[in-house]
């Protein structure tokens, strides 16, 4: 492989016939091999971990999410059609579903990266390794292929190659290409049944599905019954999947947002890796419980008596706590700001789901809104410890003295 790639090398390099097509050469031969350039002057850290092995640590820890979506894709769509079949069935059932929407995100993102590099003669980044993987996990298996097509080139186009380019954006592109499709199509993913005629959640159509099945996720079902039909808790709770359903993740929801259990895996692998920042999960957690507790206590409604832990296990809670707010990029940098940034996450995450019934899942938007802050964030710790550390100085002076 490393001899056919030096052999077809001169004709991607200045004076061949496609000069111009190097950096997707460039491209291919980087994600086939290490590259060979080492720093020759200043000062430079030595370390393995580069971008590529980063990006590689995420689609590991992202595998087991994927591939459990798979299968409750299966899972749930049998189930709306009363019909019992084998593990592998339903396996494959999602599979076939589920390998178009990560084909067309990989594809349509590529080609933009590709395009922009070439215009600006600079190496296609390994970032849209986890963007073309996260953006399949976090919407419906009905989602039309075109509009995850549109969807990824905006989220490239405006989330990241307007701010420079993969390192340079505010705002994680998976969730911008998430929100975009939320605003521009809302039909395809709230509700029950999009315009096509399918349950929004799962891949069955709803006209033949069976009566005692229910398309809604468990934050559609709290949302509507506590708003609309005035529920009690109780039966908010009984008219829901089980704590343990939605801990496992055999529920109805995004593909890969489902299952607590394997997020947490996931997350586990990041931590151990030192991908993924702990004090940003954690602080996320505890935002969370403390909105949540704060709202069981002046309960005005029963989506607010709703036990707590119950919103840390429905929606996307977990995997934007674990795979999307710790993103390197658009995160807070400081280890303060960490924990501030991750906190308000949790805060705001649970004020959009309870305050607005309109939108039951708020993780979405309240780390987009946190991104932007980010910034602002790591401003003002970065300056409270200059004070802190001026004033030390000055004691430190006037003791001397």
């Known amino acids: 492989m490393h001899n056919l790639l030096d052999k077809v090398r001169p004709h991607f390099e200045k004076g061949g016939r496609f000069p111009k097509m190097y950096r997707t050469f460039e491209a291919f031969e980087t994600f086939l091999f290490v590259k060979g350039d080492v720093t020759t002057r200043g000062s430079h850290i ?6 590529k092995r980063t990006m590689f640590h995420v689609i590991i820890a992202l595998t087991p ?10 899972l749930q769509h049998y189930r709306a059609m009363g019909e019992e079949v084998a593990f592998i069935d339903q396996f494959l059932f ?39 993987m996260l953006i399949p996990l976090i919407i419906p298996v009905t989602t039309p292929l075109w ?9 490239v186009i405006i989330g990241k190659e307007v701010f420079g380019g993969t390192g340079m954006n505010i705002l994680n592109p998976a969730l911008l290409a998430r929100s975009f499709l939320f605003f521009a199509y809302p039909a395809y993913l709230s509700g029950e049944e999009n ?6 959640w799962t891949q069955a159509p709803a006209d033949q ?13 709290a949302a509507t019954e506590s708003t609309i039909g005035e529920a009690s808790v109780s039966q908010i709770m009984e008219s829901m999947p089980s704590a343990l359903e939605m801990f496992l993740g055999t529920i109805p929801g995004s593909v890969g947002e489902t299952s607590t259990l394997l997020i947490l895996l996931g997350g586990l692998i990041l931590v151990a890796t030192g ?9 996320v957690v505890a935002g969370g419980l403390f909105m949540g507790l704060l709202f069981n206590l002046f309960a005005v409604n029963a989506f607010m008596e709703l036990p707590v ?16 707010a710790t993103d390197p990029v658009s995160a807070s940098q400081t280890g303060s700001g960490k924990y501030i940034y991750g906190f308000l996450i949790g805060v705001v995450t649970l004020l959009i789901r309870v305050v607005n019934p309109a939108y039951p899942e708020g993780m979405m938007l309240a780390i987009l809104f946190m991104n932007v802050f980010a910034p602002l964030i790591d401003h003002y710790v970065v300056e409270a410890n200059i004070k802190r550390r001026m004033k030390r100085l000055q004691a430190v002076g006037e003791k001397s003295a």
């Not at 030595?46 to 971008?51: K, W």
């Not at 076939?96 to 980044?125: C, K, M, Q, W």
């Not at 995850?148 to 080139?153: E, G, H, L, M």
């Not at 315009?195 to 929004?200: H, K, Y």
Request: glycine share 12%.
């Open 275 to 283: 991908v993924g920042s702990v004090r940003i999960m954690l602080s």
């Open 46 to 51: 030595r370390d393995a971990m580069d971008m």
């Open 147 to 155: 509009m995850v097509a549109v969807a990824t080139v905006f989220a």
């Open 309 to 324: 832990y119950y919103h840390l296990i429905m929606g996307g809670f977990a995997f934007g706590t674990v795979y999307m």
């Open 195 to 200: 315009p096509a005629g399918n349950f929004v």
């Open 94 to 132: 999602g599979l076939i579903r589920v390998l178009p929407l990560v084909v067309v995100s990989y594809a349509s993102g590529l080609i933009v990266e590709f395009i922009f590099a070439t215009i600006r003669d600079h190496e296609v980044n390994e970032g849209f390794l986890v963007s073309g």
């Open 65 to 74: 999410v994927l591939l459990f979506g798979m299968w409750n894709v299966g």
């Open 209 to 221: 599905a069976v009566d005692a099945f229910s398309g809604a996720t468990p934050l559609a079902v």
